[in-house]
């Protein structure tokens, strides 16, 4: 599976973002999907998953409220929509791929190239 993220940019405080995760095989209805983030200096952290069906979705304390994963596996697509933006959310973002609803980045099979999101404050 291979995987593209976008929509990363540059945005004020208490703005919004959307990323997107495009999937090249139609098999992406077979996994769960999650999104995670790395800032400088620091490991790649989880912040959001969402089960194959979109019945599940898990969300990390920090964006709990503030961001919501979905996906449309029709179009092979996953979505971050990220509103009330902070400093803190300053980070390059990841989707990734794998068998269950998992937090841990080890435990994903495969994975995009980082969107950047710089929130200004």
């Known amino acids: 599976v291979q995987l593209q993220a976008s929509g990363g940019g540059l945005v004020q405080a208490g703005g919004s973002l959307r990323l997107s995760c495009a999937a090249s095989e139609r098999s992406l209805s077979n996994y769960y999907m999650g999104w995670f983030r790395q800032a400088p200096g620091k490991g790649r952290e989880f912040v959001a998953c969402i089960a194959w069906n979109s019945v599940l979705t898990y969300y990390a304390d920090s964006v709990k409220g503030r961001f919501t994963i979905s996906r449309d596996n029709a179009k092979n697509m996953v979505y971050l929509q990220m509103n009330s933006l902070k400093s803190e959310d300053t980070a390059a973002y990841y989707c990734?791929?794998?068998?269950?609803?998992?937090?841990?980045?080890?435990?994903?099979?495969?994975w995009g190239q980082g969107t950047q999101v710089t929130v200004s404050s």
């Open positions: 990734a791929a794998g068998r269950g609803p998992y937090t841990q980045s080890s435990q994903y099979n495969y």
